[in-house]
C-alpha cells in the first residue's frame, strides 16, 4: 500500500493508478488520488508537478493515457452536477464584456438544460451567492472593473450557486489580499460545515496545516497522501520538492523549498 492511502471509507473523489502525458512525457505518472467525503484537501507540489492536469483529469476534461477516476464511486460524466469547479484567475479572460451577475447566474445552467434560460429564480439564487461571498454590491460590475480578489470571489459564487457535493478549485487563494484570503477560508469551513468536499491547489506552504484537514504531495508521481498531521512532514517534503527543509512551520522551510519548484 502507498503511503497514506486507506483501505476504506466513502470517498467523494477515487483515482486510480492515474497517467496523463503531453508529446510522450508524462504529466502525472500512475497516480492514486483517494478524496474523503466532508474535507477539505490541499494539493501541493512544485511547479510543473501536474496539479492543475489533475483536477482537469477529475473533470473528464483530459483523457488519460491510463487508469480512472470515480466521483462518489461513478464515472464524471454521471456525477459532473455534484462538482463544481473554479480555475485559475489568469486562465479567465477578465475583459469578456459581462456583470458580476451574469457570471455567477451561469453556475445554475448545468440544471436548466439546452432549452430552458435562467429566470428570475436561477437569478435570485445568483443574487443569495453574491451575497454569502460579500460581492452583492458589485452585481451590475463588469468584471473587467473589479480587483484580484473580487473577481475570485465572483467564481467562488458561479461554483456555490451550483449547490455542489465536491468543489475544485485550482489557486483560489492567488493574488488576493489578507481579507479576501480570510473570507475564503471561512467559506470553505461552511462548505465542510454542511458535508461538502474541497479540493484545493495549493501553493503556499505555511498555511497548509491551518487551512486544510488533508493534504496530497505530488510531483508528476503522488508522494504521499492523508490527514495534514501525518503527511505533511519535513520528510514527504523533501522527497515532493527534492530540497533542502528547514522546519515545518518556519519560514525558511517555505523558501527553501520555493527555490526548489
Known amino acids: 500500500m502507498r503511503i ?24 502525472l505518472w500512475d497516480v492514486d488520488l483517494e478524496v474523503p467525503q466532508g474535507v477539505l484537501m490541499a494539493i501541493v507540489g512544485p511547479n510543473g508537478a501536474g496539479k492543475t492536469t489533475l483536477l482537469r483529469a477529475v473533470l473528464g476534461l483530459l483523457q488519460p493515457a491510463a487508469g480512472e477516476v470515480l466521483i462518489f ?9 455534484r462538482v463544481a469547479y473554479v480555475p485559475q484567475r489568469g486562465s479567465v479572460d477578465w475583459d469578456f464584456p459581462t456583470t458580476a451577475l451574469d457570471i455567477v447566474t451561469m453556475g445554475t445552467y448545468g440544471g436548466l438544460g439546452w432549452v430552458r434560460r435562467p429566470g428570475s429564480s436561477e437569478r435570485a439564487r445568483a443574487a443569495a451567492a453574491l451575497t454569502e461571498v460579500g460581492m452583492e454590491c458589485y452585481a451590475d460590475r463588469q468584471i473587467s472593473q473589479l480587483s484580484g480578489g473580487q473577481q475570485q470571489r465572483i467564481f ?44 484545493a491547489v495549493h501553493h503556499d506552504l505555511q498555511t497548509v ?28 517534503l523533501r522527497h515532493t520538492y527534492g530540497g533542502r527543509v528547514a522546519g515545518i512551520g518556519g519560514r525558511a522551510m517555505g523558501n527553501d523549498l520555493e527555490s526548489a519548484s
Request: hydrophobic share 40%; glycine share 8%; no cysteine.
Open 209 to 236: 496545516t491551518e487551512y486544510f484537514d488533508e493534504v496530497t504531495l505530488l510531483n508528476v508521481r503522488r508522494i504521499a497522501g492523508g490527514p495534514v498531521e501525518r503527511v505533511f512532514t519535513e520528510e514527504n
Open 4 to 27: 497514506g492511502l486507506r483501505t476504506g471509507g466513502a470517498l467523494a473523489i477515487q483515482a486510480t493508478d492515474l497517467t496523463l502525458a503531453y508529446q510522450q512525457r508524462p504529466v
Open 156 to 199: 467562488l459564487a458561479r461554483a456555490l450557486v451550483q449547490d455542489a457535493d465536491v468543489y475544485l478549485m485550482d489557486e483560489p487563494f492567488q493574488g488576493v489580499d489578507a481579507t479576501t484570503e480570510r473570507a475564503i477560508v471561512e467559506l470553505l469551513r461552511a462548505l465542510r460545515a454542511d458535508g461538502k468536499t474541497v479540493v
Open 73 to 81: 464511486g461513478q464515472p464524471y460524466a454521471s456525477q459532473r452536477r
